[in-house]
């Protein structure tokens, strides 16, 4: 059994960053420390992240708590949308979740995100066979990753956790096969839904 405990980063700020180096909030910096004290004592013995800031930040305290140092993957790196900037949210989210496939010109589509993520999960699932970990990850990565193992997690799944950050879920495996999910806490903060 191999115990992968999923990590959505903390609040993010908003703003003109390129999306790799958007950092968290002060809030979100201090909600990292919640993250710690719900994984703290649950035998974690390797933390890996997309290599993202808001991600690594969201893990950093939890790392050296533990002393273990974050192992970057760019497989799972949050959604490229591309040229889009956030106009017409939901309608975009929405469309997206309707047909996997959708993507701007120059972004991914959520069939594209869902693989490369499946691909790090399945890599990790085997050098770390049996052991516990824990993924900092992003939002519409982990929904895919739900969605891959819980086809029903849908646009309103979705939208349920979209103000959930940080977020962890709990998953075990056997071998790749997904065999208990649970969902251990969040914080509720507002997501800038445009």
Not at 9 to 37: C, I, M, N, Y
Not at 67 to 74: A, F, I, R, V, Y
Not at 87 to 115: M, P, R, T
């Amino acid at each position: 059994m191999t115990t992968v405990f999923f990590i959505r980063h903390a609040q993010s700020a908003r703003g003109d960053f390129e999306d790799r180096v958007r950092p968290l909030t002060e809030e979100g910096l201090a909600d990292t420390k919640q993250v710690t004290a719900a994984l703290r004592d649950t035998g974690i013995t390797h933390i890996l992240s997309s290599p993202y800031k808001r991600t690594l930040q969201t893990v950093a305290d939890l790392a050296q708590t533990l002393g273990l140092s974050p192992e970057t993957d760019e497989d799972f790196r949050e959604r490229s949308a591309g040229s889009w900037r956030g106009e017409n949210f939901l309608a975009f989210i929405e469309q997206q979740w309707a047909d996997f496939s959708y993507h701007i010109k120059d972004g991914e589509c959520l069939c594209d995100v869902q693989k490369r993520n499946i691909a790090a999960l399945n890599r990790a699932l085997v050098k770390y066979s049996g052991e516990i970990i824990a993924i900092a990850t992003h939002g519409t990565a982990l929904s895919t990753i739900i969605n891959y193992y819980k086809p029903e997690f849908d646009f309103r799944s979705f939208m349920r956790i979209i103000d959930f950050m940080p977020f962890i879920v709990k998953m075990d495996f056997d071998g790749e096969q997904l065999v208990s999910f649970e969902e251990i806490m969040f914080i509720n903060k507002p997501y800038n839904k445009n």
